[in-house]
């Protein structure tokens, strides 16, 4: 079965600097792997996804994850954070062949102070 | 465009008592999905459905059942509610396509308490 961690359930920034959440997976298979946001008393959205091709995806709001193989990970990055950024965050994963079922990690809160 | 929308959004419970969660999506997607959400633990599935009539087991489905009557309906059930099952449940919905996306399409959630 496929499992992914997530790296520090809160993260906190200053408004401007760099977002770095972390997350590595476990899949006998070839991963897909997305990350979701949760904005307070929303549900879920789609930020990202990698499924084959180009290991640098680019997803909404200026967020950016690198597949890497060999480190297991898939970490979502941001150049400069902004104030609409906070909000929790998921990182999961699927198989090909699961049902579109997706295991998810046990998020990371990002608080951006001013 | 409504997309997902769960029923109720709010509910308290007391022990032993029953309820049914309503979900309806209108993007005539195939697969369904519930999930609950709890503190520090993320999401879980409890139980999905592939299509009409079908259902199928999560991680955690004890103490549930659901049904898909229709394509556009999900219904979770909880026969005996407690305490335990206290949480924010979210309902999400896919398509079946030859593309594989992997993108859910998530209701607001459903938030209940149980006493």
């Known amino acids: 079965a496929q499992s992914v961690t997530q790296l520090g359930s809160h993260v906190s920034v200053s408004e401007g600097a760099l977002v770095l959440l972390r997350c590595n997976y476990s899949?006998?298979?070839?991963?897909?792997l997305f990350w979701y946001v949760q904005y307070p008393n929303q549900g879920l959205q789609l930020l990202l996804k990698?499924?084959?091709?180009?290991?640098l995806v680019k997803g909404i709001n200026g967020f950016e994850a690198e597949f890497k193989k060999s480190e297991t990970s898939f970490h979502l990055t941001k150049p400069s954070a902004h104030m609409s950024d906070a909000a929790e965050y998921f990182c999961?994963?699927?198989?090909?062949?699961?049902?579109?079922?997706?295991?998810f990690g046990k998020g990371t809160l990002l608080t951006v102070n001013p | 465009n409504a997309g997902v929308t769960q029923t109720p959004k709010f509910r308290v419970l007391k022990t032993g008592q029953s309820m049914t969660l309503l979900c309806a999506q209108d993007m005539n997607h195939e697969y369904m999905y519930w999930y609950r959400q709890d503190p520090g633990m993320g999401l879980r599935l409890i139980h999905y459905s592939v299509g009409e009539g079908t259902t199928a087991k999560g991680e955690v489905p004890d103490g549930y059942n659901v049904s898909r009557l229709k394509k556009q309906n999900f219904l979770l059930g909880l026969e005996s509610a407690a305490p335990s099952q206290t949480s924010v449940y979210f309902c999400?919905?896919?398509?079946?396509?030859?593309?594989?996306?992997?993108?859910?399409?998530f209701g607001e959630g459903s938030r209940l308490t149980v006493l």
């Open positions: 990698y499924t084959t091709g180009a290991t």
């Open positions: 999400a919905s896919s398509y079946k396509g030859t593309d594989f996306t992997g993108e859910l399409f």
């Open positions: 899949s006998s298979v070839p991963p897909y």
């Open positions: 999961a994963v699927s198989v090909i062949g699961s049902n579109y079922k997706l295991t």
